[in-house]
């Protein structure tokens, strides 16, 4: 029952205007952080599932940036030593549409969406990339079409967070297979971008020498290629 409601809350939050205040209903929520996980959850995953097919595409714009804002300058958010911090990088990845349980709240017709808010998917990236699991489903998210216009700008913080990473980071052979397939993606339909920016390349280039260096055989494929044009 109580999932419902906030699922009907989120409906409501994405039909009121602007001058009826509907921060009044999500920051409560919001503001309760990782706390509540399983709640904020439920409450996020409607707003973007249901919200944006409701609300003005504007208006859900202008609410979703708001909510992000609110949450990045709320304690509740930031990282503590409490053990509910861990449930941090899952919570930031329901923010942009990426939930525990499912692969992407995002369908091809989305990107639109996703192109107005970059600044934000790259904001919120290094909060879900210092965990390998929230790592592992954002950059597989980035090899489906939904995600096309964030590929680019999100080489710079997985390339950050990769070259500082500890081992442990690194223990999921799974994350550095998700990262081959996203070079990948990025070579075989971004190369200009790459090629018409010194800094991208070079981080292109030790990301993948980073993958290679653990024997992925993606990247070693990828570098291979690489060489041979």
């Known amino acids: 029952m109580l999932f419902r409601s906030l699922g009907q809350l989120a409906v409501v939050v994405a039909q009121l205007r602007p001058d009826e205040r509907p921060e009044r209903y999500w920051q409560p929520i919001l503001s309760l952080g990782p706390r509540a996980e399983a709640w904020v959850s439920h409450f ?42 861990l449930h941090l990088p899952s919570l930031w990845l329901n923010f942009i549409g990426l939930p525990k349980y499912r692969s992407s709240l995002w369908q091809d017709g989305d990107k639109d969406f996703i192109a107005d808010m970059v600044e934000y998917f790259v904001i919120i990236a290094p909060r879900v990339l210092s965990s390998e699991n929230g790592a ?22 997985i390339y950050g967070i990769a070259e500082q990473a500890p081992w442990q980071w690194w223990r999921r ?33 030790g990301l993948l020498q980073a993958i290679a260096d653990k024997h992925e055989p993606l990247a070693l494929q990828l570098q291979t290629h690489i060489a041979s044009h």
């Open 136 to 157: 592992i489903r954002l950059i597989s998210w980035l090899s489906t079409p939904s995600s096309e216009a964030v590929r680019i700008p999100m080489l710079e913080p």
């Open 173 to 205: 052979q799974d994350l550095a297979t998700s990262i081959g397939q996203y070079l990948i993606l990025l070579w075989n339909q971004h190369r200009d971008a790459l090629h018409n920016d010194p800094k991208l390349m070079l981080q292109f280039r």
């Open 44 to 85: 996020l995953n409607d707003w973007i599932s249901r919200g944006k097919l409701i609300a003005d595409r504007d208006i859900f714009l202008q609410y979703w940036r708001k909510m992000i804002d609110f949450c990045i300058s709320s304690k509740a958010w930031g990282k503590s030593r409490s053990p509910v911090s």
